[in-house]
């Protein structure tokens, strides 16, 4: 078995879980490689008891790994996407972070998580993706085009509302007067989207949620539509330019740029242990059993 590992942070007393991931890795025939930059990360701090130095690195990923380990927060597996990409290589979620919807895999389980997964007991949830086409084409974008959480449309350099007129498979839905326009998946459906008002979605439902960010027009409402849709959207306000991110990456068009956005053609396996499901997640993360009636 061939091991991908990643982080984007080392906090503080990170070592304590870093080196619970790697021992428990130890203990089993596996290949280990750990992303370059995160290597060194580890080594530059002296309390890690681990030789981190006896394991290989790799830069980008190939079809010979088996899983991907992401060690942080939400963040660090939206940026783990970026590796994994159409491989279809799962990805183990480790929360060292705070909040953490999509690594579910909690720091205080590390050992015990870590020996099910390596004995195959687990099962896989599959998450679809958006990607997004601009007209014309955008260089900031690139090949990163695909988005697990969302693609949100933003102001930039002014206080003034934008207006974002929205087709869905070419038919006109509406203009949104706002700051902003967030096309969620399901995944995304408990970060940004649900800051805004907009409805939490089982990640296994086929559909996409269109929320605007402080609309202007008050009978505007976040639109849960089929994930089969195409969304057309046009951008104009009082600047010539704008945001557009994909997850964490951030790019600036201009205004009369067409963006459009389709389910992308592969999905992302993620991890789950049997005593772990979406539902439990939500009773976890937003106290849902907390109330003392219950």
């Not at 597996?77 to 183990?92: A, C, G, H, Q």
């Not at 687990?122 to 955008?138: K, Q």
Request: glycine letters at 6%.
């Amino acid at each position: 078995m061939k091991i991908g590992i990643y982080g984007q942070f080392y906090h503080q007393n990170s070592e304590t879980y870093i080196q619970g991931i790697l021992a428990a890795l130890k203990e089993s025939p596996v290949e280990v490689l750990i992303e370059k930059n995160f290597r060194d990360m580890i080594k530059a701090h002296e309390a890690m008891d681990t030789e981190v130095s006896s394991f290989g690195t790799f830069t980008e990923l190939d079809g010979t790994y088996d899983l991907f380990f992401s060690i942080g927060g939400d963040g660090t597996i939206l940026k783990s996407v970026t590796f994994v990409r159409d491989l279809d290589i799962p990805i183990v979620g480790i929360n060292t972070g705070r909040l953490g919807f999509l690594a579910t895999i909690q720091k205080e389980k590390i050992t015990e998580s870590i020996r099910q997964i390596l004995s195959g007991k687990y099962s896989l949830s599959s998450r679809s993706l958006i990607s997004v086409h601009t007209s014309p084409n955008s260089e900031e974008i690139g090949e990163l085009n695909f988005a697990l959480n969302e693609v949100a449309i933003n102001r930039k350099n002014t206080t003034s509302m934008i207006k974002v007129d929205t087709l869905v498979n070419s038919e006109y839905l509406t203009s949104y007067w706002s700051d902003g326009l967030i096309v969620s998946t399901p995944t995304g459906s408990t970060g940004y989207s649900l800051s805004c008002g907009g409805p939490i979605i089982d990640p296994s439902t086929s559909s996409l949620v269109l929320t605007p960010i402080a609309p202007h027009n008050l009978n505007a409402r976040p639109f849960v539509i089929p994930d089969n849709s195409e969304i057309t959207l046009k951008v104009s306000g009082r600047e010539e330019s704008y945001l557009i991110s994909l997850d964490s990456r951030i790019a600036t068009l201009t205004n009369p740029t067409t963006i459009r956005i389709t389910r992308a053609a592969f999905t992302i396996k993620m991890v789950q242990l049997y005593d772990d499901s979406f539902i439990n997640t939500l009773r976890e993360k937003l106290l849902w059993g907390e109330d003392k009636r219950n």
